[in-house]
């Protein structure tokens, strides 16, 4: 009697685990923007490490879109399972490419992001909008061997131009600590988009002096966002200051 009550036992706990056992959660892979680095999104990856979620933030090349593009897409190509792909600034250009063709990718999130459609180009998509200050914050070109020429913002108008909402301290670091990138990269045009075909969200500052606001929102419209938050007065780095919104957006989208 006492081996037919255990072993009764032992199956009903097998079947109470087996019903409450809840699918892995997608991996969320973190791609940075021009003048950025992996490290600006430290404040979201400790949040979603801390929910159970696998975060992967990759080192954009910002050599160009299909360079970059092949990159993020050979990242992606390693992860076992879904992926919740993730795009600050330029990044967004990138992973609109970079998800194309990959099956494991669930959503895709823009940050402050560029959303071009196929054709645009992201320095022209910017350029129709009203009220961006970028060309007056840039340092001098930083000419290459191989042609062309690296960009980045002079540190000393780093902290108005990208990261107003953020600590003069900590602005002076990630000025410090920018990565270029190419011209070429900012006039490559984009091919068919990803987001046509991937649920995407949407999240920016309305107070964002790289990207205008208008921008912005016309390109979450256009791409059919199923959630577009917009912070009062948040900047560029929307993720650095105001990490918690994007990581809970970030979330929704790996439902």
């Not at 056992?21 to 990856?45: C, E, I, R, Y």
């Not at 669930?106 to 959303?115: D, E, G, R, T």
């Not at 410090?176 to 990138?181: D, E, L, S, T, V």
């Amino acid at each position: 009697m006492f081996k037919f009550a255990a072993t009764v036992a032992f199956a009903a706990a097998l079947l109470s685990g087996s019903a409450i056992a809840q699918p892995a959660k997608p991996t969320v892979v973190l791609v940075h923007g021009a003048f950025a680095d992996s490290s600006s999104w430290n404040g979201v990856t400790k949040i979603l490490q801390k929910d159970g979620y696998t975060v992967v933030a990759a080192a954009n090349p910002l050599r160009s879109v299909s360079n970059d593009a092949a990159y993020v897409s050979d990242v992606v190509s390693s992860i076992k399972g879904p992926v919740v792909l993730v795009g600050h600034s330029y990044g967004g250009q990138v992973i609109s490419t970079a998800a194309n063709g990959k099956d494991n990718v669930k959503s895709l999130v823009y940050v402050a992001a560029f959303a071009p459609e196929a054709g645009e180009a992201v320095a022209e998509l910017a350029g129709k909008f009203p009220g961006g200050t970028l060309g007056q914050a840039l340092a001098a070109p930083v000419k290459l061997a191989g042609g062309g020429v690296d960009l980045s913002i002079d540190q000393a108008k780093f902290h108005e131009q990208f990261a107003h909402d953020v600590s003069v301290e900590d602005a002076a670091l990630m000025a410090a600590g920018q990565r270029p990138i190419t011209e070429a990269a900012l006039t490559e045009k984009s091919g068919a988009p990803a987001w046509k075909n991937l649920p995407s969200y949407f999240i920016y500052g309305d107070g964002d002096k790289n990207i205008p606001a208008k921008a912005l929102g016309f390109m979450a419209e256009r791409a059919g966002s199923k959630h577009t938050v917009v912070i009062k007065g948040a900047s560029h780095v929307v993720m650095v200051s105001q990490p918690k919104a994007v990581a809970d957006l970030i979330e929704e989208a790996a439902q």
